[in-house]
């Protein structure tokens, strides 16, 4: 991964959690979504999703265009059971619940100051490396 976007160890590994930080660059996504997609291939079952936002300064200009972002995100929508997103900003939150309602995945919403009921609500923790 890269500084933008951390990988974070948890004790399920059908859960892929990531920390956002700062300006999200074209190549961290690109890392993530490639991650991502890995794991769709590696999973015969749906893999829940967690993203932690800290100190998030939004993304650069076209980094969500890439192909392997764009080829993740459609894959989400069959490969993906829960997403859950911390601290992101209210927008995006906003975003999320309303195309929750359209889409076939579980997401669910927490601020920051929330983090542990979300890890609780995806029956998993975080491994201290």
Known sequence: ????????????????????????????MESMAKTMNDAFEAHETKVD???????FEGSEPGATLDMEVIASRIRALS???RYVVVGA???ANTMIETMAKLMPVEAHTF?????????????ARPIES
């Open 1 to 28: 991964m890269t500084e933008s976007v951390i990988r974070i160890a948890t004790d399920r590994p059908d859960l892929y959690a990531f920390e956002i930080r700062g300006e999200v660059t074209d190549d961290a």
């Open 49 to 55: 999703m967690l993203l932690v936002f800290r100190a």
């Open 79 to 81: 490969n993906v059971a």
């Open 89 to 91: 900003p209210e927008a």
């Open 111 to 123: 601020p920051l100051e929330n983090l542990a009921e979300a890890w609780t609500l995806l029956g």
